[in-house]
């Protein structure tokens, strides 16, 4: 613990593991800091370029995905009954109620589905083209009659579940030897799921940290072998990237306007902040100064903003302010923020909300009785940012600042739900029955 932290009442707060919310002092226009930022957006097009061209082969190797033609995308659904049924309840700001699905995406039930994904595509087209496998305006489709080639060749990540069920199935259906490094935290269903489709996995008694480095080690020791680096990895952040302007698509579909005048307010779930920093970065350049991005976190484990709030980035860990890192959102149980993620979300990040574990469970159930839609606990941190808008005054300071409390009629609020889909029948109802 730092002694300045206590001048600090956001870092007492997070220090005394209570709910918070904590406003970016450093926020400035995007326009104003886009280009001394770390990643670009020719880098975000590239990207979706790369993902196009994988398409027919994603859909080949993964039939769920053909009918999207090879497009690995979730919906954007309205929940207007949650809504006024939470507004029965409690605060919640005005403007439509919406949630973007990524706890149903195709192939890893998580919005890893994005990032892992697009990292082992990233690979797979680095070795095919070096290899002479592959020309860029080649077949990539019949990359998936060469599991003799891709079996040389081993992809190691480390996880706390997710991440590894994205790398993990990705790379087996290639052919790839995968070995995934989980962390203590990780779901037994989760290292059970891998190790039917023929992944070596690894468990730590450690934390997520310790697992990464362990892969990280193990991998940098065998040329043969490629290590997704979590805590530092530009492809994972450009895959996530790509979310945004799918997004813009339907957002129009849905008749919601996104301006100076309709703000549109997100709010991601974060762990070691990857998916959150990309999608935001997504969103952001699109929609610049009308988006307002929050991330949130556990009581317990808010690495994001304890790196952001302190100004330290990496250099902490929630342990350094007193704090268990231990969370039943297993997705977010990370102790130490990205630095990439730090770089990019230091000028851009609006603020961040923590969510207490009990919480999330009251929450998971609410929405399951509401709309009959199942996503797992991490996800559920999202509605920290939904009711923290209308309930923490810092919050409501903020939406005045920027003009926002009149316009709030024309708002929409987006719940980026981050996994579930491929939780088991029988966990599902534990989470359901369960209150902490
Ligand atoms: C991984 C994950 C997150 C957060 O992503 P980071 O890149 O670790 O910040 C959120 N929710 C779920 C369900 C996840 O699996």
């Given at each position: 613990m730092r002694a300045v932290w206590n001048e600090n009442p956001v870092l007492r707060d997070v220090m005394a593991a209570a709910e918070t919310c904590w406003i970016n002092?450093?926020?400035?226009?995007?326009e104003t800091v886009r280009d001394s930022?770390?990643?670009?957006?020719a880098e975000v097009d590239d990207a979706a370029a790369r993902l196009d061209r994988f398409a027919p082969l994603l859909s080949r190797l993964f039939p769920e995905t053909a009918g999207d033609g090879g497009r690995i995308e979730s919906p954007l659904r309205e929940l207007p009954t949650l809504r006024e049924r939470m507004g029965w309840r409690e605060r919640v700001p005005e403007g439509r109620l919406f949630m973007k699905?990524?706890?149903?995406?195709?192939?890893?039930?998580?919005?890893?589905a994005r990032g892992g994904i697009y990292e082992v595509l990233k690979h797979t087209e680095d070795l095919a083209l070096s290899s002479g496998?592959?020309?860029?305006?080649?077949?990539?489709?019949?990359?998936?009659?060469?599991r003799d080639f891709f079996e040389k060749y081993t992809v190691q990540v480390g996880s706390t579940g997710n991440l590894g069920l994205s790398i993990g199935i990705m790379s087996a259906a290639l052919g790839y030897r995968a070995v995934v490094h989980m962390?203590?935290?990780?779901?037994q269903w989760k290292k059970d799921l891998l190790r039917q489709k023929g992944v070596d996995v690894r468990e730590y008694a450690g934390d997520y940290g310790k697992a990464v480095e362990q892969g990280r080690m193990l991998s940098d020791a065998d040329p043969m072998s490629y290590f997704v680096d979590d805590e530092h990895s530009k492809n994972l952040f450009l895959g996530y990237a790509v979310a945004g302007r799918r997004l813009a698509e339907q957002l129009k579909a849905k008749n919601v306007t996104v301006d100076v005048d309709h703000p549109l307010f997100v709010t991601i779930p974060c762990g070691v902040g990857g998916a959150p920093g990309g999608v935001a970065y997504g969103l952001k350049l699109l929609y610049g100064e009308s988006v307002h991005v929050f991330f949130a976190e556990p009581v317990q484990c808010p690495c994001m903003l304890l790196g952001l709030a302190s100004e330290e980035k990496d250099g902490v860990c929630v342990q350094d302010a007193g704090?268990?890192?231990?969370?039943?959102?297993d997705g977010l149980a990370v102790g130490r923020p990205s630095k990439l993620v730090c770089d990019v979300m230091e000028w851009t990040l609006s603020g961040e909300f923590t969510i207490a574990d009990g919480r999330l469970f009251d929450d998971l159930r609410e929405l399951y009785a509401a709309e009959k839609v199942f996503i797992e606990p991490s996800s559920c941190a999202a509605f920290a940012g939904y009711r923290g808008l209308a309930q923490f005054p810092a919050a409501r300071v903020y939406l005045e600042k920027h003009g926002l409390a009149e316009k709030m009629g024309n708002a929409a609020h987006i719940l980026?739900?981050?996994?579930?889909?491929?939780?088991?029948t029988e966990i599902r109802r534990e989470y359901l029955a369960k209150s902490c």
């Open positions: 002092p450093k926020w400035e226009p995007f930022l770390p990643v670009g957006p699905m990524d706890s149903d995406l195709a192939v890893a039930g998580s919005v890893k496998l592959l020309k860029v305006d080649g077949d990539y489709a019949s990359l998936a009659d060469h962390s203590a935290d990780a779901r704090l268990t890192g231990v969370t039943e959102a980026w739900a981050t996994g579930g889909k491929l939780v088991p």
